[in-house]
Nanobody, 112 residues
Framework: QVQLVESGGGLVQPGGSLRLSCSAS????????MRWYRQAPGKERDLVAS????????YYKDSVKDRFTISRDNVQNTVFLQMNSLKVEDTAVYYC?????WGQGTQVTVSS
């Protein structure tokens, strides 16, 4: 069956960095666009970044451009989200999504 498992969240100070990973199984990963979403308390789930199956095309939400980088490894069936210069407002549960399937989420908390 399809499984998406996120990891890499945690508590970090403003200005710090985290790298999220999402390991996928149960479908053909290499031709599947993948996305990272986030949901802050009391807010709707929001698309943060996406990447095409080959990795040649990416999209970023305006507020994370130049700070976050989405990438993928089609051998390891993993998609990554490198997050730099983190801000308090980046605090949320981060989810990966592919083919309509979702991971369980990983908490990112940015706080001093």
């Amino acid at each position: 069956q399809v499984q998406l498992v996120e990891s890499g969240g945690g508590l970090v100070q403003p200005g710090g960095s985290l790298r999220l990973s999402c390991s996928a199984s149960g479908f053909t990963f290499s031709n599947t666009p993948m996305r990272w979403y986030r949901q802050a308390p009391g807010k709707e789930r929001d698309l943060v970044a996406s990447i095409s199956g080959t990795g040649s095309s990416t999209y970023y939400k305006d507020s994370v451009k130049d700070r976050f980088t989405i990438s993928r490894d089609n051998v390891q069936n993993t998609v990554f989200l490198q997050m730099n210069s983190l801000k308090v407002e980046d605090t949320a549960v981060y989810y990966c999504e592919g083919r309509g399937f979702w991971g369980q989420g990983t908490q990112v908390t940015v706080s001093s």
